[in-house]
């Protein structure tokens, strides 16, 4: 696989609420129960730069961009690229990743997102 890939990293909340297992919506309502503590997000921040990742802050989560070889070797997941029908290709994770030691106390999980599709 060549170029960057991207993937999302969802930090640990001050409320404990988690992203990746809530079922409700994240609305303007509740949106504070899913934001981590800002030393949170800039200690987390520090340390994937560190790893080798542009890190790109996106509201309550962390956007991650980095060369395909540097997320499977940081996470223990293997990478696969996959055509959708809208031409856009997308990245899938073999695999839960393994979140390192360093990162346990700020980053609950990391996942890659599907593209969006589009309806015309």
């Known amino acids: 696989m060549d170029g960057s890939v991207s993937a999302e990293v969802l ?3 001050t409320s404990g609420r988690s992203l990746a297992d809530s079922r409700e919506s994240v609305t303007a309502e ?3 129960e899913y934001r981590p503590a800002p030393e949170t997000a800039l200690e987390a921040t520090r340390l994937l730069q560190e790893l080798g990742f542009e890190v790109i802050p996106s ?8 060369d395909p070889k540097r997320f499977e070797d940081v996470f223990g997941v293997r990478l696969s690229m996959q055509d959708q ?3 856009q290709g997308a990245v899938s994770a073999e695999g839960e990743p393994r979140i390192p030691e360093s990162l346990q106390q700020f980053v609950e999980t990391v996942v890659f997102p599907e593209p969006p599709e589009y309806f015309t």
């Open 11 to 13: 930090l640990r909340t």
């Open 85 to 87: 029908p809208s031409g």
């Open 59 to 66: 509201g309550i989560t962390l956007t991650l961009v980095g």
């Open 30 to 32: 509740n949106v504070d």
